[in-house]
Structures are given as structure tokens and as C-alpha cells.
């Protein structure tokens, strides 16, 4: 068991990242109203639940206004805080904490001014991890790999090994472990929710009692049960419950986990009960199919958080994908190997098993790094840079350094001063002209500068940049697009 804890630990050195993402705000986050709402809205990029009594909003004296009521939309990706009165002028931030589909709390926000208020409130920083959770997962990890790991491994390649008393206290000590995983993630989450046990997300709470119970059967007698509700009860506790794509992603996240459990679950039944035997060739003929699986599905997954060929290159979870990828294929190879010699002799691949164990290892520490960061579709900014020529000398060059949703900042560069606006505007956004304001032109020693000054993009999606330049031969108007992300 100690070896399967260690390996847990390289599989998962850090809490995940990758939880709901704040879409947009309404009002705007740092935008300022003429008269004050009675309803804030948040929308996020997945599911989720709204964790009792946390939305508020307080002004810039910490008085707390009085919020009627909450309502979730039908898809749960809009939660819309009713107050009990329209706001005063002033200066306002609304918060809430949303429970994510993989069960972490996550606190978005909007800061705002009313009317005569000034001065935007300091966003709160963001919730760091917390550490009951993230040991139960690792409990949770652990205690599947020890107990439907091994199962599935046993029953398809070593079915004698469950008659030995080793094998047996594996199996239950890993069952323990992943009851205790289990219960401590249900109470989490049942804590969130205000202490109402009949409010848990059924798509995670039924499996996981249902894997609670095949376990407490399991210490006792291996059942199939066990083996399938533990792969659904780890897939709906993360991402793979996201609607948003279904079935893709959660059929993805089924089979990795599965290929993952089935996989591991071999590499420690040799570890505990096969050292000094050399694994046969059925085994890494087991192993490669698995692998491949594993790889595939992590694949397919990581590819649906790349928002760009780019992002491979630019992100820390393009860059994390594109190890992880390499050394499964470099595991791959060494599996090969192995299977190739033990073809030949009874024992002319032992050589290559320890390299093969050691990618396995290996890989699982990159799977680590990569659930520890953001995906890419929420790290990744590239900036966007055009150059709109409107005749000799009237040449601009525009740049938009962060295009990530909320406050941007537009830069133009021209060789002379002249009379300049600059609008946006977004069908998807259903915006028809947002004005930008700018900064008087200042020099640049080759020419001159204007900046965007309290730009705030509200919405994700597609947006016009429309340019009005007043050039020698008069006003000259060009647009261009770029992505919000």
C-alpha cells in the first residue's frame, strides 16, 4: 500500500485548476452605471451549484444589501442574485462561491460603481486549495487503483493471485482507503451545500454510494459492481459530468479512467505479488492495449481545452500535454520492447520491464503537472497585432497586448496627430457600439501614440474594430476582428 500511495502522490503532486471559469458579469465587472441594478448576474463556462448563502453584495463601507433571492438557469451555467432593492450610487462588489462540477468551490465576482460613486472595490483574492480535499482525493486515487485497479487487472490476467492472503488485505486495506476518499468528498461537498445531504449532485453522489457499498462487499469478496461503480463515480466527481459537448467528454473521461485504473492496478499487482516473477507476455500485451487507450482518451481530453494549434507552444497546458504525450509514446516503446525479448526468452525482456516501469511512473507524474494547471482555454492570450493603411503617411498600427474578457487595453501607433475614434461592437454579444475611449496622442520620437483608457470588453466571442482616421484627403473608416476569449 505504501508503494500505491507514493505512486498516487506523483500522479497527483497538486490540486486541479481546471474548474468553472467566470464567462462574464452583469454589470460589467469595472464598468460604471448611471442607476443602480437589482439583479447581478454570473455566467460560467460549466455547471454548477451555488453554494448557500454566499452570493452578496457589499458597498465600499462593507454595509451588506439584502439579497431576495437566487435563481440558477436551466443549463446552471447563469446564477442571477435578486436584490431586495435597486442599488444606491456608490461603489459596489458582488461575490458569490459556485461548486464546480469536480466539486471545488470557486469565487467569482463583480466590481462596479453606481451614479456618483467612484473608486472600484478590490476584487477578492481567489480561495486557496484546500487541503481536506485534496487529500481526499488522493484517497479516493489511491484506494481505486488498490481496489478496482487491482481487480480488473487480477481477474483478466492472474485470477490465482485472489486466493492469496497478500492479495486479499491489498484489496481491502485499498477499499478502506477509497471509502474513506469517498465519505470525506461527499461531506465536502454536502458542507458546501449547507449541510443538506439530500442536495448533492446526484450524477457524483449516486455513483460514489454506490461504490461505498460495493467496497464495504468488496473487503470481504471481490464484486464486478466495484469495478464499474468506481470508474463512474471518479468520472462524474471531475470534469467528465460537463454538459457542455455531452456525450464526448464524458465518454472520454469513462474510458480514460477505466484504461488508467486497469493499467495501474497491473503495475502494482507486480509490484506487490510478481516481483520475482517475470511478467508474461499476456501481461504487456494488456498493458499496450490499455496504454494506448489511456493515451488516446488523454489525448481526445487535452484537446478539447486546446483552443489553438499555438497554445501547444504558449501554454503551460500545451506544454504539459506535449510531454505527457512524448513519454506515453516513449512507455509505448519500452512496453514494445519488453513484449518483443519476452517472446523470445522466458526472461530475455526482465531488462526492459524496469524501464518500462519507470515510464509508467514517469507519466503519471506529467498526468500530475497537467491537472495542476489551467487549461488552455482559459490561459491562453495571445495578443493580436494589424497594421490598417489608409494612404501615405496615414498608416496605423493597432495592438490589443491581453485578449482575454474584462479590462483590455487598445494601443495605436501612428506617424502623425490627427483626429481619431475607435468603436467596438459584437453580434454574438449583441452590442452595437461600445465607444473607446483614448488618451491624448503622446510622442513617440518616431510618431505618436494613443491608448485606450477604462476599456472593459464585457463578453467572450467575436469582436469589430471599427477606426475612424482623419487623414489629408479626410475622414477614412477600417475595421478589423479579433476573438475574445
Do not use: C
Amino acid at each position: 500500500m505504501l508503494v500505491l500511495l507514493l505512486l498516487g502522490i506523483v500522479v497527483w503532486p497538486a490540486p486541479a485548476e481546471a474548474h468553472a471559469t467566470l464567462v462574464s458579469t452583469a454589470p460589467t465587472d469595472g464598468s460604471h452605471l448611471e442607476t443602480g441594478p437589482d439583479v447581478v448576474a454570473f455566467t460560467v463556462n460549466e455547471a454548477v451549484s451555488v453554494v448557500r448563502d454566499s452570493p452578496q453584495v457589499i458597498d465600499q463601507d462593507g454595509k451588506r444589501y439584502e439579497v431576495s433571492a437566487v435563481d440558477l438557469a436551466e443549463d446552471r451555467t447563469v446564477v442571477t442574485v435578486r436584490l431586495a432593492a435597486a442599488l444606491p450610487d456608490g461603489s459596489f462588489l458582488a461575490t458569490a462561491r459556485l461548486l464546480s462540477l469536480d466539486t471545488h468551490v470557486v469565487s467569482v465576482s463583480a466590481a462596479f460603481t453606481v451614479g456618483s460613486g467612484a473608486g472600484l472595490i478590490s476584487t477578492p483574492q481567489p480561495e486557496g486549495p484546500n487541503p481536506l480535499a485534496y487529500a481526499a482525493k488522493l484517497l479516493t486515487y489511491a484506494g481505486a487503483v488498490g481496489s478496482a485497479g487491482v481487480l480488473l487487472a487480477t481477474t483478466r490476467l492472474w485470477p490465482h493471485l485472489r486466493q492469496r492472503r497478500r492479495w486479499r488485505a491489498v484489496v481491502a486495506v485499498s477499499t478502506a482507503v477509497l471509502v474513506t476518499g469517498l465519505v470525506i468528498r461527499l461531506a465536502i461537498e454536502a458542507a458546501n451545500r449547507g449541510g443538506d445531504l439530500f442536495s448533492l449532485d446526484g450524477s457524483f453522489a449516486v455513483p460514489a454510494l454506490v461504490a461505498i457499498v460495493a467496497s464495504i462487499g468488496a473487503a470481504v469478496r471481490p464484486v464486478w459492481i466495484l469495478a464499474v461503480a468506481t470508474p463512474v463515480a471518479l468520472t462524474f466527481g471531475g470534469h467528465g459530468a460537463d454538459p457542455a459537448g455531452f456525450p464526448l467528454p464524458l465518454l472520454l473521461t469513462l474510458a480514460h479512467v477505466y484504461a488508467v485504473l486497469a493499467w495501474l492496478g497491473g503495475v502494482l499487482v507486480i509490484a506487490t505479488h510478481l516481483r520475482r516473477e517475470p511478467p508474461s507476455v499476456t501481461w504487456h500485451r494488456y498493458a499496450q492495449v490499455h496504454a494506448a487507450l489511456a493515451a488516446a482518451t488523454g489525448l481526445g481530453l487535452g484537446l478539447l481545452r486546446i483552443p489553438a494549434p499555438q497554445s501547444l507552444l504558449t501554454t503551460a497546458y500545451g506544454q504539459a500535454l506535449t510531454v505527457k504525450v512524448t513519454l506515453v509514446a516513449l512507455a509505448l516503446v519500452a512496453a514494445a520492447l519488453t513484449y518483443r525479448h519476452l517472446g523470445r526468452t522466458a526472461t530475455g525482456g526482465t531488462r526492459w520491464l524496469g524501464a518500462e516501469l519507470l515510464m509508467v511512473t514517469v507519466v503519471f507524474g506529467a498526468t500530475g503537472v497537467l491537472s495542476s494547471v489551467a487549461p488552455a482555454t482559459v490561459s491562453y492570450d495571445p495578443p493580436v497585432t494589424t497594421r490598417i493603411d489608409f494612404g501615405p503617411g496615414s498608416a496605423l498600427d493597432i495592438s490589443v497586448p491581453s485578449t482575454r474578457r474584462g479590462p483590455q487595453r487598445l494601443i495605436i501607433d501612428g506617424a502623425r496627430d490627427a483626429p481619431l475614434s475607435v468603436d467596438l461592437s459584437s453580434k454574438q454579444a449583441n452590442v452595437a457600439r461600445l465607444p473607446v475611449r483614448l488618451d491624448p496622442a503622446r510622442p513617440t520620437g518616431d510618431g505618436v501614440r494613443w491608448t485606450s483608457r477604462d476599456l472593459v470588453v464585457p463578453v467572450t466571442g467575436t469582436w469589430q474594430v471599427t477606426i475612424t482616421f482623419g487623414t489629408p484627403a479626410g475622414p477614412r473608416v477600417a475595421s478589423f476582428h479579433y476573438d475574445v476569449r
